[in-house]
Structures are given as structure tokens and as C-alpha cells.
């Protein structure tokens, strides 16, 4: 099949872009004509006049901008436009053509474009109607897909038959962007509503369509195609953004469907070939002379065709592709990309070659995301075929390292169409990839992000599992896999996860294989087979970690979602997969019973084993026990469970244990009964032990470490238990109360015993309360309860003066929750009967607890290291205990349980600790500031004087705002506080200033937010505060000065935009008012006129960046087929740029494009200049009155250059 190429064409009609293309490709200059120009004879007027529509001659070519400048064809009135959109075309029939050539009326230019638009007409009906035209007016047909076209580009103008005759291509495009005067930025492929939604796709369409209805007549015409591919080329290369996006639209789905009718052409060539093979090898009596001429005629004109669709397809190439691929909007790049790679797919014989792979290739370092997810796509369509990736193995060779470093890419779709297209590479190219590509991906797995993960997962599955557990295939059904097969497959999984020490927990690589491997990890009894068995060769870490793997495929088959912090973004399951779902849980349900006492059983004595295990309870439809009739296996199941929490005390074990307790003990099921009853037992027992050994200890004067640790362990097991249940009727109160008033009075009873005691005290007020709040309680109920309340505020306030931290923490968070509990919002929701519960802490109370979070919460911690060290682990621990008690600290302040005044303890380390406790103090400030803002205003203020005071204390006022602290009290600061500044006087006898007075600094950096009228007021109250502070009056004291100067009204004008941010328009011409000309002076109005950014236009500039590549492109750009673009012939002259640096001189330039220039654009929007040019006579302009504007921002919103270099990419 022949490749591309630009040939002159044996046939009568040639096409002018290709007879132009014929030796060399020309060069496409911007400073001619925007399009292909190409060389033209005039038509013949007597065959014009006479209405012939024939094809032209070789000698006759034309092209958009001289056959329709020379045609003398009388051409009728145009029709005013609809000012109503038109949902079909007209029918056949309505433009009727009289005498020669002169039509009845000429239709609306914007009949296609509102049939198009409004999508409700079949597209090759509309192009048939469309032929119909043009085959009665070639020029008229013509000039109406122009004007179709134009109006697609989101443009108002209109090509008339007068412009054709007396303008050239570039003259057109010229007046037509003259036109172009919306200043909105939208034009139809990007405008917003439900009007525009589906425009493009029709768009498309139309294209498609149109060249379909053509490949058989007109596309050979010479006319038609020709223009419209130089039009589109001209549209493709303008500084109008609409015109070079919808023009390069139409023209890369121009060239798609003209690969299509090539593809077609090549393979009519080759039955053609058949054919004359066959009918020449016949004998000399069988054989047809006038069957071989006629195939003979047929093979040349199929070869004409061919050679006139290549030559249009080269002119797009090298005249739209070439420049736009790397145009400096990404859409356009998108676009570009998706085509070259459909014309890969489609016509890989021509196009899948090293020099048009190598644009893909460079794009995949693009800095868009739309755009690097076009070039995956494409290559996915070629990879994903074993038969084209033989002619991908030099490309592979030298993208491969990007196409595998793509794998980390900031965008989670991007990511995960490389992980997709890798899989495709290891599929389809044995031995591409290497171990080390692979290890750079292995890692994927346990990514947050579902998708990416799941990709990588698949990825996984394909290298390490797939070739050692390939599946067989049997009458073309696939047989059930061996128990040795998916005893492999688990050998294998375990082998990756624990050699690779990527991550500790296997719920995450589990949700990643579960889509490609699914029915492999569901294989629950191979699983539990070889948990089981006595001969397993497991080791220790193996058997963890396939109890994890067992338990995680449970939940992930029984809940359907991905472990905790992994994002899906889905809303839920469809009702396939809830049906699937609910099956899968009876199965695991109805196999796992009565294996889950043996599992017990055997890992009874391992805490990291038995906790998992009984995890699984979470995941079983328990009602299968009573329909299935499994009483049996309850009944071990619950023998199992005691023997567990008597064995164990480790909290894991204990709570997943209570769980399990609490998941059976559920009233509604007919076994109730007797989970009720041996809950009852392994109660009674664990009090009965704990009320032994609880009079040892309080008789005896000392306790040996075993004694200790069975009255800690029993203690854990009821608190574990206390909190899933209620164990009221057992009263542990008074025994655990009388325990812990021994420890603070004596201090005699160990931390160990402490701690769980305090719980369990705790659960035995929340569990009264309970009780109470969900009936008509007495009062004399409501004041026992109370007084038991108050009885452990007051022993948890002793304990938070202890010398463990440990036990002073949990003093703090069972303080800090009981006292939110018993808060007034107790009463709230009609619940008043429980007024008398509400408790008010004391203000010795609020003092402990604040003291408290000072001493352990605003503490410097040391440096985290790596993060996988031991002691890495222990400061991350630590750091979310301390914002665990911080944040109880703060709802006690929201919820009005302590004074808000107690909040600049914690608000004046907003800036210190930020990177720990930032997002709860902020939190924290919002909400407070919602509840009353002049409050938290003074609570603010108050921060800030404490602040300032603990630092005046310790450095003295001498150098004070050199300081790194003050830094951080400028940067807390929110509200003026003058009389604090001036509340002290100087020593007596002493020339300095008064020692607080450097706090106006910090207040003069919140000036600008304040309106001028208040400024005038503090500026006046400042000034009677000053005259009662002696001030020597050669010697003005500095930050007086400041905070004068920051509330001025020249510190207004320059500080009210520090940012530079637009102003509006009114504002910046119509000047200042009358008062403001009265404290401005000219100088500043003039600061104040330039520090306002000038709108950003619409249109932008072709102009070309020229800057050296770097190094590592240079190798890139070696052997680029594509001419380079040269400057655009409208240069700036030095006067012109000096005047149009300025803004002041952008609306002046109004008045001085041109006559035909429309009111809202600027002829700086279309001329071209060089960008680095501009950025620094833009930065010499406005360094003076923009300081935190950058100059190259003005510059690219100014002028920016259509055309990227390969650097940006």
C-alpha cells in the first residue's frame, strides 16, 4: 500500500495543492496568505456565463483565493440571515435553478449551520441537499459550506460573492477577524447550555458525512475539496483562537475521512489487481481482451483517485497537523493527537511508521493532562494488536522509559491509562519490559486512588500470576481450576506481598487483584484448606498474612467497597452487583461457619491470628445459623469466644471478641437465648475473679507482678465488654470507684490497674444515663446519677496531677467527654426532664484543663525521621494523641462548656504548631467566629497581648521586632488594639518609647481590609492617645509612623490592590472622584491608573517563541519533517510598542486600527509580537506601580503565541 506522497495526477482533473506539493513542500508562511497558495489559470468566461459546472482542467486549478477572485460568474443577491434557527434543511426542490445559472433566491448562509446545530436532521440528507445546490451553482453551493464553516468558528461575518471576487484568501480572513467582535471568549465548541452540548458531535458528523457522499463525485472534482482544504489551512494558522480551533476541528476529521476513503481506495486496488491477475492467467481461448482493458482502465483511475486522496491528505498534514500538534491551546493538541492515532489504527500501512509515531512520542511529555491522555489512548489502540506491534519496536525502544515513568503521573487518569497501556506492552511484546520497569510499577497496588490501583493490579496479575496459573480451555468452556492451581496462585500471592515489603496490610493488594482476580480470591475453601492442614510449610508471617488475605476477601465480597481511605468515586452498586453481592455472602457465610470454630481453635493462642478470625462474624448473614439449622456450630463457636477472651487481653482481641458477642446478641433471632446465656457466663466469671482479686488487693499492702497483671488483664476483658454491652445488673461502679480513690489517696495501686478502671467507671455512667434518658426517671435517680458524674469529674481532675502521662491523658479525654455529655445540650430535643444532669465545670476545673493542653499538647517534637523507623512510629502516634486531645479541648470551648476566653491558649499557637494542629484551630476559629464575631475578635486581641507580653518578658523591648516570634504574632494578628500599645508609659526619666509600642506593627498590617472611614477614626483616636504619651518631636517613634502611614489615604491607594487585581472598567476610566482628586495627587493617580490589569483579550498572536532547545529535545527534533512556521508580516515598529506597552494606551488604539475593527477589539489583540519582548517592556512599565504582578504574566495574557515550542511540552 502506498505511503504518502505528493505526485502529479494523469488525470484531466488535478488537484492545485497537489500540483503545488509536486516537487518540494512549500513552505507555509503566515506573511502571505495564511493558507496553501498555490498557482492558478483563469476560467473561461463563456463557459461561465453559460452555467458549466464542469470538473476544471489541469490547466484551470484553482484554489480558495484566486479561482473565485478571477470567477466572472454572475452571482445573485444574498438573503438576509434568519433571525430564527432552523431545525431541518429545506427540501429538495426549493432552490430551483433559472435560466443560466441565476437562482430564484439564494438560501441563508446559516441554513447548515442551525440544521447542524439543532442535530434533529439526518446529516446525509442534509448533505445531499447541500450537493444538490452546489450542483446547480458550484459557486453559490461553495460559498454556502464557506459561510457554514465561518459561523461554526462562532463569527458573525459572512463571505459574500464580492469578497471572492475582489479579495484574497488572507484579505478575507483579515476582514473576518476584523468581524470577530466577541469579547465573551465562547464560540460554539466551547460554549456553555444545553443548545451547544451536542453541536460538536454533529459538527463532526457533518464532516464525515460530507466527505462520504462525496468520494464518489466531487471529491475528485478539483473544486470543491481544494478550496475548502486551503480555506481550513488559512482558518488553521489565524490569531483568532475560535478560527484556529473549529478550522483545525473540521480539517484533522477532514483527513480522517479522506484515510478512510483511501483505505477503500487501496482495497478496490488490490481486488482489481486479483481480478486482472485471474483473467490475464487464463488460456488464450478464455481470455477477455475487452475484460482486461476495462480492468486496466479501472486500475488507472482507481490510481488517479488515490494519488488526488493522498495529495489532499498531505496538504492537511503539512499545512494544519504539522503546526497545530504542537499549538499552544491543548485542546487543538488533543484533537491533533486523537486523529494521527485513529489514522494509525485504520491505515497502519501508510501512517504507522517511525516519522509519524515520533509526534505522539514527543507529546507524551506534554504538560496538559487532555492532552497526554489523547497520545495513552492511541497508543493503547495500537498496542492492544499483536499485529501491528512488530512495526512498533523502535518507537517502544525509545519512549518506552517515558511510557513507564508516566505510571507516577500527577493525573490519576493518566496514570492509569500508562499502567493499562504497559499491560498491553507485556502482553502483546514478550521481554520489552525488564524487571526493573516492572519494580516501578509493582508499588501502584496499594495507591489510593481505586482505579490506578486496580490497573496495577491487573498489571500484577499478568506478570507474576498469569504465566504459572494459565488457565485451560476445554470445548471452548473454561474447566474449574484445580485445588493445585489455586493452591499456586495463593503461594504466589503470598510470595509477592511478603518479599516485596511495600505495605503492611493485604486488604489493599487484595481490592487491587479483586477485579481482574476475583474468582481466584473467593476460592474460600482452598483458603481455609490451607489454614488447616497440619503439612502446610507455612511459616509464621505466611499464616498472618493469609488469615488477612482470607478475612479481606470476605469483606471485600460481603461489603462490595474498597478498604478504608482508597477512593472509587462511584455512588454505589448497580443490581447486578448487589445480586452478586448477597450471593457471595451466603456462600462464604454457609462454608466459613462451621470452619471458624477450627480456625479458633487452632490460632487460639496467637492475638495477631485470632483477632482477624473473629472479624469475620462482621461479614456472615447470621440467620443462615437458624435457617440452615448451624446451632452446633454456634454453640462452638461461643465455647471458642470464651476460651479466647479468658486467654487474651491484648485490646485487638478483646474488642473484636465483644463484637462478635454483640453482632449475635440480637433479640430477633431465635438463638438469642443462648447467646444471652453464655454471654451471662463469661461475665459472671470475669466479675467473680475481678471481686477476688480486688479484696486481695485492697487487704493486702503489696502485690507481686502476676497479681497485678491478672487484676489489670480481667479489668481490660470487663471494660472491653462494658463498652459493646450493658453490664449494669452487675454493678461495677462502687468496687472500680473505691479501687481508684484508693490510688489517689494512696497512690499505691499500679498504672496498669488504673487505666481500665477509670473506663469501666466511665461505661457505667453512660450505660445509667442510658437508662435513664429512655424513660421517665425520678428525680431521686437523676441526682444519684449526678453525684456519681461529679464524683468522677473531681477523681479525674486529681488524676490529671499524676505522674504517668498515661493515666493523665485518659483522666483528660474521659474528662473532656463526660463533661460535653453533661453539657446544656443535654436538655436539647425536648429532653428537659434531665436538667438536673447539666453540669457546669468550676473554674479551678477549666484552669487544670488548660494548663493541661499547654503542658502536653503545645510541645516542640523532635525530628521525624524517615518514617519507617520504630521511633518514627512512635512520635506519628504520639502526634494523634496529642490532636486527639486538642480537639476534645476545642469542642469543650464551641459547645460552651468552658469560657471562650480560654481559646487564646490555643489560638495563639495557630502560626507555631500549624503543620500539626493547624486544620483543628482553624476549624476551631471558623466556628467560633460564627458563633459571636466581636467576641472572637477580643479573644484574638487577647492572643495576641498574651503573646506579646510572654516575649517582652523573656527578650525585653530592646530589638523586639527583629525577633522570629513577633514574625509569627504579624502573622496572627487580626484587629487593631492602640490603647494596649500606649496602656504602659516609659520609665520615669527616660527619653524611649513605651514598651508595648511596637504592637502597632503588627495592627498596621491589617489596615487595607479596613474601610476608609474606619481608618479616619483610628487615625484620629491615635492622635488623642498620643498627645497624653510625651513624645520628643525631632525624634519620631517608628512604629507610630507606620501605623500613621498604613491608615492614610496614600497607603490606601497603594495597598487597597497589593495583588494587583483588574479593576473594573468604569473604574479605570471615567478617573477618581472629586474628593479623592483632592488628597491624590497626580503622581498617585497615576500609580493608581497602571496598577490595574488590563482585560485579557480574546484574540491571540501567531507570533513564534524563538528560544534554544534544550538539550534533551534537540536529539528530539533531529530529522522534523515540518518546515518551520516564520514570523508573521506584522511586526510592531519600536514606536508602536512603546505605545502599546503602556495601558494608558489601550483604548486610544480604538480609534486607530482601522475602519473596519469592531468597538470591543483592540488591533493589539491581532497584531504578532515577540513575547519576551513584551514581558520586558511590560515589566519596565509597571515594576514601579505592580510589584507582585509578574511581568510574564502580563505578557502571556497580552500576547501569547499560538505555537508551542517542544521545551513546554
Sequence with gaps: MPTLRSSSSPSSVSSPLRRASGGRQRVLSASSSSSVNMPCGDRDSDQTAEGDSDSLSADEGSDFEDSLRHSVKKRAAKRPLRTTPVAKHPKKGSRMVRGHGQKDSEPPTSDLF????????????LVDEWLDTYKQDQDAGFLELVNFFIRSCGCKGNVTSEMF??????????????????????????????????????????????????????????????????????????????????????????????????LQLSLHKDNNQRQYEAERNKGPGQRAPERLESLLE??????????????????????????????????????????????????????????????????????????????????????????????????????????????????????????????????????????????????????????LASAAGEFLYWKLFYPEYETKMVSGRERRRSPRAQRTFFHLLLSFFVESELHNHAAYLVDSLWDCAGSQLKDWESLTSLLLEKDQNLDDVQESTLIEILVSSVRQASEGHPPVGRITGRKGLTPKERKIQADDKVKLTEHLIPLLPQLLAKFSADAEKVAPLLQLLNYFDLNIYCTRRLEKHLELFLQQLQEVVVKHAEPTVLEAGAHALYLLCNPEFTFFGRVDFARSQLVDLLSDR????????????????????????????????????????????????????????????????????LTLVYFSILWTLTHLSGSGASQKQLLSLKDRMVAFCELCQSCLSDVASEIQEQAFVLLSDLLLIFSPQMIVGGRDFLRPLVFFPEATLQSELASFLMDHVFI???????????????????????????????????????????????????????????????????????????????????????LYTELLQEQGPQGLNELPAFSEMRDLARREGIKF???????????????????????????????????????????????????????????????????SPVENTVEANPQGYPRSKKRRTEGPSRQQREDISSSQEESLQLNSIPPTPTLTSTAIKRRQPLGGLEEMEEGSPEPELVQSSQPLSGNQRSRLSSPQHFRTLLNRSGPGLGNRLTRLSLMEEDEEEIQSELSEEWQDTDKHSSSSEHGLDLLDSTEMNLEDL
Design 114 to 125: 442551525d440544521a447542524v446545530k439543532a442535530a434533529k436532521s439526518d446529516m446525509q440528507s
Design 690 to 757: 475481678f471481686q477476688q482479686e480486688l479484696e486481695e488487693l485492697l487487704q493486702s499492702s503489696f502485690l507481686d507482678e502476676d497479681e497485678v497483671y491478672s487484676l489489670a488483664a480481667t479489668l481490660k476483658r470487663l471494660s472491653a465488654f462494658y463498652n459493646a454491652h450493658d453490664l449494669t445488673r452487675w454493678e461495677l461502679y462502687e468496687p472500680c470507684f473505691r479501687l481508684l480513690r484508693k490510688a489517689v489517696d494512696t497512690g499505691e495501686v499500679p498504672h496498669q490497674v488504673m487505666l481500665p478502671a
Design 981 to 1047: 500599645s500606649l496602656s504602659e508609659s516609659p520609665p520615669t526619666g527616660s527619653s524611649g518609647q513605651p514598651p508595648n509600642l511596637a504592637f502597632l506593627e503588627l495592627l498596621a498590617e491589617f489596615s487595607p481590609r479596613l474601610f476608609h472611614q474606619d481608618k479616619q477614626l483610628l487615625l484620629s483616636y491615635l492622635e488623642k492617645c498620643l498627645q497624653r504619651v510625651s513624645q520628643a518631636p525631632d525624634c519620631p517613634w517608628g512604629p507610630v509612623t507606620t501605623y500613621c502611614h498604613s491608615l
Design 165 to 262: 471576487k475582489k479579495m484574497s484568501n488572507s484579505e478575507i480572513i483579515r476582514h473576518l477577524t476584523e468581524q470577530f467582535n466577541e469579547d465573551s471568549g465562547e464560540y460554539p465548541l466551547t460554549a456553555p447550555g444545553p443548545s451547544w452540548k451536542k453541536f460538536q458531535g454533529s459538527f463532526c458528523e457533518f464532516v464525515k458525512t460530507l466527505v462520504y457522499q462525496c468520494q464518489y463525485s466531487l471529491l475528485y472534482d478539483g473544486f470543491p475539496m481544494d478550496n475548502l482544504i486551503s480555506l481550513l489551512t488559512g482558518l488553521s494558522d489565524s490569531q483568532v483562537r475560535a478560527f484556529r480551533h473549529t478550522s483545525t476541528l473540521a480539517a484533522m476529521k477532514l483527513m480522517t475521512s479522506l484515510v478512510r476513503v483511501a
Design 298 to 451: 479501472k486500475r488507472k483511475e482507481l490510481q488517479e483517485h488515490q494519488e488526488e486522496i493522498e495529495g489532499m491528505m498531505n496538504a492537511l498534514f503539512r499545512g494544519v497537523f504539522v503546526h497545530r500538534y504542537r499549538d499552544i491551546l491543548p485542546e487543538i493538541r488533543a484533537i491533533c493527537i486523537e486523529e494521527i492515532g485513529s489514522w494509525m489504527q485504520s491505515y497502519s500501512t501508510s501512517f504507522l511508521t517511525d516519522s509519524y509515531l515520533k509526534y505522539i512520542g514527543w507529546t507524551l511529555h506534554d504538560k496538559h493532562r487532555e492532552v497526554r491522555l489523547k497520545c495513552l489512548k492511541a497508543l493503547k489502540g495500537l498496542y492492544g494488536s499483536r499485529d501491528l506491534t512488530a512495526r512498533l519496536e523502535l518507537f517502544t525502544s525509545r519512549f518506552k522509559d517515558r511510557m513507564v515513568s508516566m505510571v507516577m503521573d500527577r493525573e490519576y487518569d493518566v496514570a492509569v491509562e500508562a499502567v493499562k497501556l504497559l499491560t498491553l506492552i507485556l502482553k502483546n511484546m514478550e521481554g520489552v519490559l525488564t524487571d526493573a520497569d516492572c519494580e516501578g510499577i509493582y508499588p501502584v497496588v496499594y495507591a489510593s486512588n481505586r482505579a
Design 860 to 946: 516542640q517534637p523532635g525530628e521525624l525521621g524517615s518514617g519507617h523507623s520504630q521511633e518514627d512510629h512512635l512520635q506519628i502516634e504520639q502526634l494523634h494523641q496529642r490532636r486527639r486531645l486538642l480537639a476534645g479541648f476545642c469542642k469543650l470551648l464551641l459547645y460552651g462548656v468552658l469560657e471562650m476566653d480560654a481559646a487564646s491558649d490555643v489560638f495563639k499557637h495557630y502560626n507555631k504548631f500549624y503543620s500539626d494542629y493547624g486544620d483543628i484551630i482553624k476549624e476551631t476559629l471558623t466556628r467560633a467566629r460564627q458563633i459571636d464575631r466581636s467576641h472572637c475578635s477580643r479573644i484574638l486581641l487577647l492572643s495576641l497581648k498574651q
